[in-house]
């Protein structure tokens, strides 16, 4: 069968598409252009997902039609052939990344056979980025790693790259992209088969590269809007099925992929170099001339497609295989009809001119690549004239740069004009010779991606103050080193110095850190210099290794964190009373801030419930997380011969981030210094952690102390000078400031830019610009919106850090970069669905999964119509901490009426809901809201059940995302996205844009 396909669209919830692009909208413009088959675009957005799954229903194998197939005409004044109208499913990513040393930034399009395909890649996908915001996401997800998402999820889908050579959003664009197929995909590259040329570039072009051979370069007309559909589009003479589809663009050359139908390259709007905003164009010799700078402003010049080519082509002249598809080149028939009439492509009177001509033809393409030129010429022998012309390439071609696109006439300046009538107007009137193509000579690789801004590092070498620090031979050191001087290094080299020059024993050494992230840090640098002998030397916080070192005597002891802590004490304690177990957290908390401090009177009788809570813990076998260290401290302190036994023979003692300690952690210091070299390092300016115990004065009183040698780094690698001044002014009015003056290493002309807001939203709304500036944009749109685009260093998402002093303070960012889809975490931050009025469905999900506990049911028993205190006590002292079936369990307890009928009520329901699910989450979760007080069309609940169907049928996977995304407080280094966090979350951290 022959038939057309546009396989790059994309549906109303992309940005700066149309509202009428939807599936009744796509389906009748679809007949109008003369196209049989479209890709749905977006399925990764759960709106638009919702909406294919109600609306589409199976037709050929792979391929879905409308269930309603009565759809309202495109255009009132013509009736098209009626062509039968399928849906593929498909959608476009959008990932910017780092790989390779560069920031890239990559579309890909994915095309799946069915709908439980596309479930389980937007399930994968929700818990990476964002995919609500946009239809078409953006990720910071390496495209080799969406491939494997797709191979693993859906084994008969495949992947293009798309629009290949768009300069800032490509595989081998000149600003984010690849030199090779195999650099961006990597061991998967052969999955990769099929790439899509774009607009500004044709099979001409891409067949002077010989590396592209063996893909398939297919069309298509990546529009936001149903009158733009078939700008570029795919014809194929195969079966009707998606698998017939996928072995003709694996197999090109034996003819189901027949032809392809094309944008004249020049038309497109990367097709040349320049600056839009300056009017400037120029073919790539011209660049080469002027060093790629635009001659009006300065800035660096958009390099485009044809420049791009040029650099990687090999041949002068394109190879074609035999078998390839044919090539027709087209303008769209609102411009040809536009230019005829002189006016505007969506002018009314084209537009009604337009509706005859497809009411005469049955469709564009019908007339533009099918109909007999006599024909055409009975009907209006200058459009015959025109189409006979753009048939046999006859045209006059403006090129498009740096966003803007080009322009291709049939007619010459005047000639239209000279033409009077519609009978023999061309009758010795001399032909116009169309304008010659640019030329397209390969020049030398000079246009690559621009390399990373990365941070000014510390020297792999030492420098004297960091060599005085690595090799001091006295007992004891305390190193007062500021921000950016190689703190770290000097440690870890300190280490290495120790165990090789001085013959040291690793198992001997302890290197305390004051975060886990820390700890991970410095293990790595410490396995890469020293590889296994590294891993004897422990490497942790100060509560993991007090916890250590009391595991030592009570292997099974159990710590109590915070969301243990109440279920214990209600345990332990079920006469108390709730009101009483709060008094009981204020004591605890006011106990363990005065052991931090150091203020706990001497001999001091404790409270009651305090003094009972303490006291059960060791015979439980159970330690309160809070108090793991100064317990540790006060046995090791109290029992001399325990301390030998479980310390050991520590020799060397490292402590990072000395200016924080607290009173507990310093009396371990002394006691390990008892028999340990100690090495402290620390800066004073750094201290910001007073609220939390620690204690300032310790680092002044270990520097005081008799036989200890006392150094400084000073040397900043990491900032530029005006931030080293800026935080220096501040810094001189601190209280209490350490006197280190920092020398800056760094030439970075980088500044301290500062912005007053007349509002919150105001303030967010600029945030974003200015990561969408130093990101270079994160679309097309952007790119021409950012201030300085053009100026600022390619960043990635990861690069770019948010700080506020308080967590109330990130909302309105967080909600602006969600409307623009940019991918962020927010640190510490309470997810959407945790918010009073979702939190029920939120537990009621987890009480479904297999792995639910005796807390998220008891959590979910709490929102519940007659189950009070006394049902939730009762519940909680009678039932085990895991129970499998807990509502069973519950009703065999005697509990008041009511509360048993909730209960009741609540387990009939979940074994349907659980059998529902496994059709899909989002019905069963909506039909279950009202039951949990929950208003389903409320718009936080229509997001979690946008959220839900996205993760199909994966009950399991849908609670586990929920449960990682309500805990992830932590900062996450591996995540590519913008980090949200409070000051004192940032400590430790380092990015290029704060």
């Known amino acids: 069968m022959r038939y057309i396909a546009d396989l790059h669209i994309h549906s109303p919830f992309s940005r700066a598409t149309s509202k009428t692009g939807n599936l009744q909208g796509l389906a009748a413009w679809a007949r109008v252009k003369g196209i049989h088959l479209l890709g749905t675009g977006d399925f990764t957005h759960p709106g638009w997902f919702s909406q294919l799954k109600e609306q589409l229903e199976p037709a050929e194998p792979g391929f879905y039609k409308l269930k309603d197939e009565a759809i309202p005409p495109a255009l009132s004044q013509a009736t098209p052939v009626a062509l039968p109208s399928r849906f593929l499913l498909t959608a476009e990513i959008s990932s910017i990344y780092k790989r390779h040393g560069a920031v890239r930034k990559v579309h890909n399009l994915l095309y799946v056979p069915d709908f439980a395909s596309a479930e389980r890649i937007n399930s994968v996908l929700a818990g990476i980025g964002n995919i609500e915001s946009d239809g078409r996401p953006i990720l910071g997800l390496d495209s080799r790693d969406l491939l494997e998402i797709l191979l693993e999820k ?201 509706a005859k001509v497809i009411d005469r ?95 000014p590092k510390a020297p792999r070498k030492p420098n004297p103050e960091q060599l005085a620090a690595i090799t001091s031979t006295a007992r004891n050191i305390l190193v007062a080193a500021g921000p950016g001087t190689g703190k770290t290094f000097t440690l870890v080299a300190r280490i290495e110095h120790l165990l090789t020059a001085e013959h040291g024993r690793a198992e001997e050494m302890v290197a305390i850190t004051f975060t886990n992230r ?140 000395f200016q924080d300690l607290n009173h507990p952690q310093y009396r371990l210091v002394l006691l390990l210094g008892a028999q340990a070299r100690v090495f402290a390092i620390g800066d004073p300016n750094q201290a910001i952690y007073g609220f939390r115990g620690s204690d300032l004065t310790l680092f002044q009183r270990f ?15 990491r900032s530029a000078p005006a931030i080293i001044d800026g935080a220096a002014a501040l810094i001189r009015r601190n209280r209490q400031s350490g006197d280190t003056q920092l020398i800056a290493e760094s030439t970075s002309t980088a500044r301290i830019e500062w912005h007053q807001a007349p509002s919150a939203q105001a303030e967010a709304e600029w945030i974003v610009r200015c990561i969408e500036e130093g990101l270079g944009g994160t679309s097309s749109l952007s790119r021409y919106t950012a201030r300085r685009g053009d100026q600022a260093p390619p960043r990635s998402f990861a690069d770019f850090a948010i700080l506020y002093r308080l967590s109330q303070l990130a909302e309105p960012i967080a909600e602006a970069l969600h409307r623009k889809g940019i991918p962020f975490q927010l640190v510490g931050a309470t997810p959407f669905y945790l918010k009073p009025g979702l939190k029920s469905a939120y537990h009621f999900l987890l009480a479904n999964a297999a792995d639910a506990h005796l807390h998220d049911h008891l959590l979910l028993m709490a929102s519940l119509p007659g189950i009070g205190e006394a049902t939730l006590s009762r519940l909680e002292q009678e039932l085990p901490m895991r129970c499998p079936d807990f509502y069973s369990a519950a009703l065999a307890l005697p509990l008041p009426a009511g509360a048993a009928q909730s209960i009741a009520e609540m387990g009939k329901t979940l074994a349907p809901f659980r059998r529902a699910a496994e059709h899909g989450l989002a019905l069963p979760l909506a039909e279950a809201m009202p039951m949990l007080g929950i208003d389903p069309q409320g718009p936080e609940a229509k997001r ?50 704060v």
């Open 361 to 455: 033809f049955g469709s564009e393409f019908a007339l533009l690549l099918d109909t007999p030129v006599e024909e055409i010429n009975q009907f209006s022998p200058v459009l015959g004239e025109a189409v006979a012309r753009i048939r046999t390439g006859k045209v006059i071609r403006t090129p498009g740069y740096d966003g803007e696109f080009g322009v291709i006439r049939v007619f010459a300046a005047g000639e239209r004009e000279a033409l009077a009538g519609q009978i023999g107007l061309f009758a010795g009137k001399k032909t116009i010779r169309p304008a010659k193509k640019l030329p397209r000579t390969p020049l030398p690789l000079e246009s690559k991606p621009l390399p990373p801004a990365d941070t």
């Open 518 to 657: 820390a700890a991970r840090e410095m293990q790595e640098r410490l396995s890469r210099e020293l590889g296994e002998a590294a891993r004897a030397v422990f490497v942790g916080t100060f509560h993991a290794y007090c916890l250590a070192l009391l595991r030592k005597e009570t292997p099974d002891l159990l710590v109590i964190g915070e969301d243990e802590r109440d279920l214990y004490l209600r345990k332990v304690f079920p006469e108390v009373s709730r009101a009483e177990h709060h008094i009981l957290k204020k004591q605890l908390a006011g106990y363990v801030d005065q052991l931090n401090r150091g203020t706990l009177p001497a001999g001091g009788a404790l409270p009651e419930l305090l003094a009972r809570y303490l006291a059960s813990l060791a015979p439980n076998k159970a330690i309160d997380l809070d108090l793991v260290i100064p317990l540790c401290v006060e046995r090791l302190s109290s029992e001399p011969a325990l301390a030998g036994h479980i310390i050991g023979r520590a020799t060397h003692l490292f402590v990072d981030e």
């Open 944 to 993: 979690l059940l946008q959220l839900a169907n996205a993760f199909g049928n994966d009950l399991q996977g849908f609670c586990e995302h929920l449960r990682q995304n309500a805990q992830a407080t932590a900062y996450d280094e591996r995540a590519e996205a913008v980090a949200l966090m409070t000051m004192h979350g940032a400590k430790g951290l380092e990015f290029p844009v």
């Open 154 to 354: 859906a084994p008969e889908g495949f992947l293009v790259p798309a629009h290949i050579w768009t300069p800032w959003f490509s595989l081998f664009g000149s600003r984010s992209g690849f030199d090779t197929i195999e650099e961006c995909y990597g061991d998967l590259s052969p999955h990769v088969f099929a790439l899509e040329t774009g607009l500004s570039s044709d099979p001409d072009m891409n067949r002077l590269i010989p590396p592209l051979d063996r893909f398939a370069l297919i069309s298509n007309s990546d529009c936001h809007s149903p009158g733009k559909l078939g700008r570029e589009a795919n014809i194929f003479n195969t079966g009707f099925s998606f698998t017939d589809l996928r072995e003709a663009l694996k197999n090109p050359l034996t003819g189901g992929f027949a032809a392809t139908i094309e944008f004249y390259p020049e038309e497109g709007k990367y097709h040349c170099d320049g600056h839009r905003n300056c009017k400037v164009c120029l073919e790539p010799a011209e660049t080469r001339k002027i060093g790629a700078i635009c001659p009006v402003c300065g800035n660096p010049l958009t390099v485009g497609v044809l420049h791009r080519v040029m650099e990687l082509a090999e041949r002068t002249e394109p190879y074609y295989p035999p078998g390839s598809p044919v090539v027709h080149s087209l303008i769209p028939l609102p411009e040809v009809l536009g230019e005829i009439l002189g006016a505007g492509p969506a002018t009314k009177g084209v537009m009604a001119l337009y």
């Open 703 to 717: 520097r005081d102390r008799e036989g200890v040698a006392t150094l400084a780094l000073i040397r900043n690698y």
